[in-house]
T-cell receptor, first 113, second 115 residues
Framework: DVKVTQSSRYLVKRTGEKVFLECVQD?????MFWYRQDPGLGLRLIYF???????EKGDIPEGYSVSREKKERFSLILESASTNQTSMYLC????????????FGSGTRLTVV | AQTVTQSQPEMSVQEAETVTLSCTYD???????LFWYKQPPSRQMILVIR??????QNATENRFSVNFQKAAKSFSLKISDSQLGDAAMYFC????????????FGQGTRLTINP
């Protein structure tokens, strides 16, 4: 069964900490994405990557960075966590071409205190 | 930029009844894909159904079907014979057929099934 795995289901961090959210997919997908999900706002795209070492800003990249050193792994980095980054973070992957949607991870609920 | 709007934050339906979730979108593109995703309490997003814009025929998957109105930019989801396991957040999403192929999501509709 194909999978997108997020390293943590729940995470609590302190304001100012550097936070790493890890995502690994085993489907050899070219595209990988990071979204944050907030009530009433749906899912908003933070960053995406269509190839190793390539990255593109999404709609809300401020306060975040990403790393993709290997095709299967896409990391989201909060350089200095703030309370307004408390949210659900969802990773997804997809084939580069085609009519198919994404395969999602099960999310990381991050609380910044 | 494309936008997706779900105007119903919450819906409820009696078990075994039919419910329709609404979705509208805005785009200047002619070729694209539309999706409905389900997110149960487990948080795992599950693809329910997808529609290719160049196809006239509405997609169906068992009890799930869509009403795709391209000119009106409307893409509603109908769930027939609702079951308790259908309770979830439902998200409508748009994906361009070209370019970066990122998904643009609506705000979501929380569906409750009453036994």
């Amino acid at each position: 069964d194909v999978k997108v795995t997020q390293s943590s289901r729940y995470l609590v961090k302190r304001t100012g900490e550097k936070v790493f959210l890890e995502c690994v997919q085993d489907m050899d997908h070219e595209n990988m994405f990071w979204y944050r999900q907030d009530p009433g706002l749906g899912l908003r795209l933070i960053y995406f990557s269509y190839d190793v070492k390539m990255k593109e800003k999404g709609d809300i990249p401020e306060g975040y960075s990403v790393s993709r050193e290997k095709k299967e792994r896409f990391s989201l980095i909060l350089e200095s966590a703030s309370t307004n980054q408390t949210s659900m973070y969802l990773c997804a992957s997809s084939l580069y071409l085609g009519a198919y949607g994404y395969t999602f991870g099960s999310g990381t609920r991050l609380t910044v205190v | 930029a494309q936008t997706v709007t779900q105007s119903q934050p919450e819906m409820s339906v009696q078990e075994a009844e039919t419910v329709t979730l609404s979705c509208t979108y805005d785009t200047s593109e002619s070729d694209y894909y539309l999706f409905w995703y389900k997110q149960p309490p487990s948080r795992q997003m599950i693809l329910v159904i997808r529609q290719e814009a160049y196809k006239q025929q509405n997609a169906t998957e068992n009890r799930f079907s869509v009403n795709f109105q391209k000119a009106a930019k409307s893409f509603s989801l109908k769930i027939s014979d609702s079951q308790l396991g259908d309770a979830a957040m439902y998200f409508c999403a748009y994906r361009s057929a070209e370019g970066a192929q990122k998904l643009v999501f609506g705000q979501g509709t929380r569906l409750t099934i009453n036994p």
